[in-house]
């Protein structure tokens, strides 16, 4: 006896779609790969720093080293919901020159700068998910603002930080 399934007549699974599911599955591919870069280099610049200056930053990055991990894992989970395949390592490239570690290690504001300079990619590009996906794919938008919000808050809390070693006079 053959089963009998149909696809979805509306929403983003719908075949009349397709396009739009495509287009929106490269989007989160790079996304995906955004926030791994991301864990990668907040790993190196949460163990890097040296000095008092440094503590703050340095914990706060590891911290958020396992919210960023979360959010790869929303953005491959969602890439493949939407029948596309989660890309492998090879598939890999490098972006964040502005991460790469300082020439002295006590250069604190080199990785707030660079921290700020990552949250606002991944910003912008969020942002661009969630225009992309709007009246066509609701959960895909719903879970994207809800990660920006996320980077959002980090990036609030790195300008801090910025502000205060411009307030000491360090930059
Ligand atoms: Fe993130």
Redesign the pocket.
């Known amino acids: 006896m053959a089963t009998t399934t149909r696809s979805a007549a509306q929403g983003i699974l719908a075949d009349d779609n397709t396009e739009a599911r495509e287009r929106i599955i490269e989007m989160l591919k790079k996304a995906y790969w955004?926030?791994i870069e991301?864990v990668m280099s907040y790993i190196t610049n949460s163990i890097n720093p040296d000095g008092v200056r440094a503590q703050e930053i340095v914990e706060s990055l590891q911290q958020?080293i396992q919210?960023?991990l979360?959010?790869?894992q929303q953005f491959a989970q969602r890439i493949k919901e939407l029948y596309g395949v989660v890309p492998g390592s090879l598939d890999f490239k490098a972006e964040q020159s502005y991460l790469q570690p300082p020439e002295s290690q006590t250069d604190i504001v080199h990785v707030i700068k660079g921290v700020i300079e990552a949250?606002t990619g991944?910003i912008e590009h969020y942002n661009r998910i969630i225009e992309e996906t709007d009246g066509v794919d609701w959960v895909t938008q719903d879970m994207v603002i809800e990660?920006l919000h996320?980077?959002e808050g980090?990036k609030r809390l790195f300008e801090g930080f910025l502000r205060e070693c411009e307030a000491d006079g360090i930059t």
């Open positions: 955004m926030e991301t958020d919210e960023e979360g959010h790869a949250e991944a990660i996320d980077e980090h």
